[in-house]
């Protein structure tokens, strides 16, 4: 383990040092497999070279009694690699599992690929792009879309990579271990200056992290701008309590179980706030009429996070930048 902050002055695309809670798991993993496969590409490969030169046409060996039946060799081979093949396959899951759970008191941050380009947004409302600054040992949730490509979001020192796709919100998490900058990519071919949509992270101690949201200059949170799209968009006109239009309430609705009217159920996550502002008429929650009508093209995808952040936050009727940290 390097204690050292990481530069990007250093050459290479810092495939050593892992600088992320997940990476130790993943190279752990990675190393492990390796071996596996090379000793058993070894083990053969012996086989093979001593077989040949034992059973070679004129050697003087015992050819009288050829075996017929290799039962138990065969079952044998075919039971150990099954079940180590299998211990892979749990190994794997649970690190996998662990990926895809963002630990609830994470610091969401907003990322948004575009032709060619990340755009960055941080709770307070502090903008950047091609550039992430996140906080050393506090678990960091980003929240990704697309302009219009596909792009891929990929951190190799943390070992994690996460496509942006349009139409879809997708998450990456991470808890960054080591300070110092990293390289941050674009790994999906998105189009004539995909090898320019490069960046850096930079990761730096809570304290410092605090200054630096601080020092930018004084914008409204996430949250804030979500909400003061949900007025100016008009759906403060229809979500309102007292709102003679009967639309469903969005206070605190994040996260909770909505029965639709086809049935099915559905949990409130920001998938399904996304559709249901750009696709209103797809997921029409039970007891409502399918009245709304589709924000697609209206708002880009930027507001729509805002939007979505400020219900994830529970749409409070004053949302305050406290509300953000
Ligand atoms: Cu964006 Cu490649």
Redesign the pocket.
């Known amino acids: 383990m390097n204690d050292q902050p990481a530069r990007l002055a250093e050459p290479g695309l810092q495939l050593f040092g892992a600088a992320s809670s997940v990476a130790t798991a993943t190279d752990t993993l990675f190393v492990a497999l390796l071996l596996l496969c090379g000793a058993m590409a070894l083990l053969l490969a012996a086989l093979v070279v001593w077989l040949c030169v034992r059973y070679r046409a004129g050697a003087a060996v015992d050819r009288s009694d050829p075996p017929s039946d290799a039962g138990a060799l065969e079952t044998t081979w075919i039971v150990v690699p099954l079940l180590v093949f299998l211990g892979i396959f749990a190994w794997a899951a649970r690190d996998f599992l662990v990926e895809q759970r963002p630990p609830p008191d994470a610091l969401p941050i907003h990322v948004v690929?575009k032709?060619?380009m990340w755009k960055l947004e941080h709770g307070s409302g502090r903008r950047e792009i091609n550039e992430l600054h996140v906080p050393q040992g506090r678990p960091v949730e980003l929240i990704l879309a697309s302009e219009d490509?596909i792009?891929?979001f990929y951190l190799p020192a943390f070992r994690l990579k996460q496509d942006a796709v349009p139409g879809r919100v997708t998450h990456l998490w991470f808890t960054a271990t080591r300070l110092g900058e990293f390289r941050l990519f674009?790994s999906?071919?998105?189009g004539s200056e995909?090898a320019g949509?490069v960046g850096k992270v930079t990761v730096m101690s809570p304290a410092e992290y605090a200054r630096w949201l601080d020092a930018g200059p004084v914008e409204p949170g996430t949250v804030q701008q979500g909400f003061a799209l949900y007025r100016s968009s008009g759906c403060s006109g229809c979500h309102d309590a007292g709102s003679t239009v009967h639309a469903p309430m969005l206070q605190g609705l994040y996260g909770r179980r909505v029965q639709l009217q086809d049935g099915r159920s559905v949990t409130v996550d920001e998938s399904y706030l996304r559709d249901s502002i750009v696709l209103p008429g797809r997921d029409v929650v039970a007891g409502f009429a399918p009245i709304m009508p589709s924000y697609a093209g209206q708002l880009d995808e930027t507001q729509l996070q805002q939007l979505v952040a400020y219900l994830r936050a529970g749409a409070p009727s004053n949302p305050t930048p406290e509300a953000l940290r």
């Open positions: 690929g032709q060619w490509a792009h891929s674009c999906e071919f998105c995909h949509m």
